[in-house]
């Protein structure tokens, strides 16, 4: 067949280059947050997750989708996931890098801030498989309240081996865990939770039970064991719920289907029941709500993690493509609108790693009181704000690349996989009224007050929009009679600290035009309205991926 055409000014993809030494917004994050990290590691895993091989298993695990096998071919229960292999390569590089319960070893300075850098690169490539590992990552610290639990799993929660095998723990190189908490009649109301807890008697691992009732999201359920909440006695309480019980046979996690979700497709989502399974209790009888708390700080912070590492990944996919494609005579980047638009967005992604990596810092001085305060006041309002722009961030990402943008094939199809992945890190964990209304609870509390002035206060004087901003949360606050404006407050929150943070990270340019837009009012209400005077070549030159 003759050709009929020649294709040409079609961009080549992003492939083969390092997602670590071309994030210069990260990197700075990191210099000002743990400025004695070492970040060879972070460097040699940025390489790896550029590279064009890693880019295809992530496409092998999203379109060989996870397949529930309930029964064997006799019809005995066997309740497994089978996985295209693609995806265990992921796993294990996820695990390699100790993205999951390694930092709380305390490898090194600054193990959560390391974690989060390699966190959010890892995101840029894949992100549905960090689900296993982000929970395992939040469940480590919680089994110290079960201190035989704690004792048994640790050391292979923490491992960088990876073992899918469905066996004993105890003969496992590495395992990871999972959480179950949500039901039917109550999504984020866990207190409206039915599935009962019945005591069963003690053993070397404490106080043990039977479990019947259901979970409705019950994701990864391939994980060695889980963390679910269940009515005992004497009220809500939390469970450790392992797979394989210590006598070998299968514990009564029966899975009914799995999820068939919008996006997060190489991770595996389910609903199951408990059929009078064995759990043992984690902390006090009770007190389950506070316990899921603790660990919804940490995958909280995840999901301000992963947006953040989506949104870097959509920017430079969609710099990648305008610095090659030509309309109109020249290249899209060097079209103004087009200009105002990929700095716009170059703002938006480097305040979210701003503010993401902060966030990671507070765990690792946990013992700092100003540290912990803001741990309470940033997680929320991390989670709120950066994951509430990521949708409205992919979709102007994606207009820039036109038609290609919104096809599943390619390189460039990339983009279509972050756009369907992005709503998913505001709903899991506490949607955004959630997230409010934690602020809210956090900010009355007596030293929350001064810990955000004291946080905010090495950019005082720097931009009159800023200062406003920052006199007046206090008495926002004080005077916030109802929950009605919480959503903005979280907003204003956010903006305050990552113009602070960025002050002290970034260039005065990057500065300069967050405050002037974000804070000032020299910007419109959708990205790309930037005012006239912007150093866009700062800006785009800064975010180059290339």
Request: some cysteine; glycine content about 8%.
């Amino acid at each position: 067949m003759n050709a009929t055409h020649e294709v040409f000014n079609q961009p080549a993809p992003l492939a083969d280059y390092n997602l670590f030494d071309t994030n210069q917004g990260l990197r700075d994050a990191l210099k000002f947050n743990a400025p004695q990290l070492a970040t060879a590691e972070l460097s040699a895993l940025g390489a790896s997750l550029g590279s064009t091989a890693m880019q295809t298993h992530a496409r092998l695990a999203n379109t060989h989708t996870p397949q529930l096998h309930s029964h064997d071919r006799f019809g005995r229960r066997v309740d497994q996931v089978e996985f295209h292999p693609s995806y265990h390569v992921l796993m294990d590089a996820a695990t390699r890098a100790g993205l999951h319960g390694t930092p709380w070893n305390g490898e090194g300075p600054s193990p959560h801030v390391r974690r989060a850098a390699g966190f959010m690169l890892f995101t840029e490539l894949e992100p549905s498989i960090l689900c296993p590992i982000s929970m395992t990552y939040a469940v480590t610290p919680a089994l110290r309240d079960n201190a035989a639990i704690h004792a048994d799993w640790a050391p292979r929660l923490t491992s960088r081996a990876y073992d899918p095998a469905l066996k004993l723990f105890s003969e496992k190189t590495g395992v990871t865990m999972g959480m179950g908490m949500t039901e039917k009649q109550g999504g984020s109301d866990v207190r409206a939770n039915t599935t009962q807890a019945v005591p069963d008697g003690s053993d070397g691992w404490g106080r043990r039970f039977r479990l019947t009732g259901h979970k409705w999201f019950f994701s990864a359920p391939m994980c060695d064991a889980f963390l679910v909440l269940a009515q005992a006695p004497a009220g809500l309480s939390c469970f450790f719920i392992p797979r394989v019980l210590p006598d070998k046979s299968l514990n009564a996690i029966h899975i009914q289907r799995l999820k068939d979700k919008l996006g997060n497709k190489a991770n595996a989502s389910s609903e199951v029941e408990f059929d009078s399974a064995t759990a043992w209790l984690i902390g006090e009888e009770g007190r389950g709500v506070p316990q899921i708390l603790e660990m919804g700080t940490m995958t909280r912070l995840d999901c301000a993690l992963g947006t953040s590492g989506l949104m870097r990944q959509a920017l430079s996919i969609a710099l990648n493509h305008c610095a090659q494609r030509e309309a109109f005579g020249r290249p899209l980047i060097d079209q103004p609108l087009m200009r105002n638009v990929l700095a716009d967005l170059a703002l938006e992604s480097e305040a979210a790693t701003a503010l993401s990596i902060r966030l990671a810092r507070a765990f690792d001085n946990s013992a700092d009181p100003h540290e912990q305060a803001m741990a309470r006041l940033l997680t929320p309002v991390a989670k709120f704000w950066i994951c509430k722009r990521g949708s409205h961030f992919a979709q102007e990402a994606m207009e820039c690349l036109g038609g290609n943008g919104y096809v599943e094939e390619g390189g460039e199809g990339i983009m279509a996989r972050i756009y369907r992945e992005m709503p998913l890190n505001s709903i899991w964990e506490g949607a955004g009224n959630i997230m409010a209304l934690d602020l809210l609870r956090a900010l009355r509390k007596a030293d929350a007050p001064a810990a955000l002035a004291q946080e905010l206060a090495p950019a005082q004087g720097a931009h009159p929009a800023l200062d406003r901003l920052a006199a007046a949360l206090p008495t926002r606050v004080e005077e916030m009679a109802n929950e009605m404006e919480a959503r903005r407050l979280a907003q204003d929150v956010a903006l305050a600290v990552q113009a602070a943070l960025l002050y002290q990270s970034a260039p005065a340019a990057v500065f300069e035009a967050f405050c002037d837009s974000r804070l000032g009012g020299d910007w419109g209400q959708a990205f790309g309205t930037l005012g006239a005077d912007v150093d866009f070549d700062a800006l785009i030159t800064r975010a180059m991926p290339r």
